[in-house]
């Protein structure tokens, strides 16, 4: 059995950048140092828009453009990018969860049983969540785990609410 952690949109607009905050920044070392001690396979996501965000229908709810692909903004921070340095499979994803991912872990889990997946990441009450329930929905029998130290939401009190969804859902959360 093989343990799959989960990197969530550790991009620059969302650490320092058009979407960053304090919070995001606190978390970076904390994330760094779970990917780098991680024995086991680790899937990484992107946040990726086109030049035309402003008139997608996210664009429209969130109209502050951000990880536009191939920017500054869109890249890993430094420090999350060193960590994975040949050790992760990317997944571009145009909104807030992917399917794409969840399919991914479901045929690994055919090749070889999944014990866990750790998820980590930004923004816990938005794409953290997304991913996690969709996780959950796609391998109901494999223990889905948010590490709540290594994430961070848009709020202290929405991250807390997100982690408390994520429990609701039989999603295990440590540090929280």
Not at 11 to 22: E, P, Y
């Amino acid at each position: 059995m093989s343990k799959v952690l989960v990197v969530v949109d550790m991009q620059t607009d969302f650490i320092n950048g058009a979407l960053g905050s304090a919070d995001a920044e606190k978390i970076v070392p904390r994330a760094a140092e779970i990917i780098a001690n991680f024995d086991g396979e680790i899937y990484c996501t992107l946040d990726t828009h086109g030049e035309d965000y402003l008139k997608t229908q996210e664009g429209r709810n969130l109209p502050v453009a951000h990880c536009i692909k191939g920017t500054d903004g869109w890249r890993l921070d430094k420090r999350i990018a060193a960590a994975l340095s040949g050790k992760a499979r990317f997944v571009e994803k145009p909104s807030f969860g992917s399917p794409e991912l969840a399919h991914m872990l479901a045929e690994k889990n055919k090749q070889e049983k999944i014990e866990s997946i750790e998820v980590i990441g930004l923004c816990t009450d938005i794409c953290v969540v997304s991913n996690a329930l969709i996780i959950k929905a796609a391998l109901p029998e494999v223990k889905i785990i948010v590490d709540a130290s290594a994430c961070a939401g848009i709020s202290p009190e929405s991250h807390q609410a997100a982690l408390k969804t994520m429990q609701m859902c039989q999603i295990e959360v440590l540090n929280g």
